[in-house]
């Protein structure tokens, strides 16, 4: 009896370290909350196109860019861009949503 918990345990670890990866919805929804304002977000939009900020697809594009790289990058403060204090759930909807993005 011990020795099958001990087996179910055993086989049951990898399932539960498994990251959460990133809600492509919700990180649609905290794109066009929160970045819109200076990134395009998406082909058709909402955000500006401009080349003083690069979109989501540009982004996406870079070599490099992973979910989390991205994550990461999100939730550490830049002196270009303002810190929306994302959780770590928070970035890695963002980060999903970013990558989500056509090339």
């Known amino acids: 009896m011990l ?16 990251p959460r990866t990133g809600d492509v919805e919700e990180g649609r929804r905290l794109a066009e909350q929160w970045c819109a304002n200076c990134h395009r977000v998406a082909p058709s939009g909402p955000g500006p196109v401009t080349d003083a900020v690069p979109s989501f697809a540009t982004i996406a594009g870079r070599p490099g860019r992973t979910p989390d790289w991205l994550s990461t990058f999100l939730r550490t403060p830049h002196s270009t861009m303002p810190d929306p204090g994302l959780t770590l759930d928070q970035s890695r909807d963002l980060a999903a949503y970013i990558l989500s993005q056509p090339r």
Do not use: D
């Open 3 to 18: 020795r099958s918990l001990c087996v179910m345990l055993v086989m049951a670890a990898p399932a539960m370290a498994q």
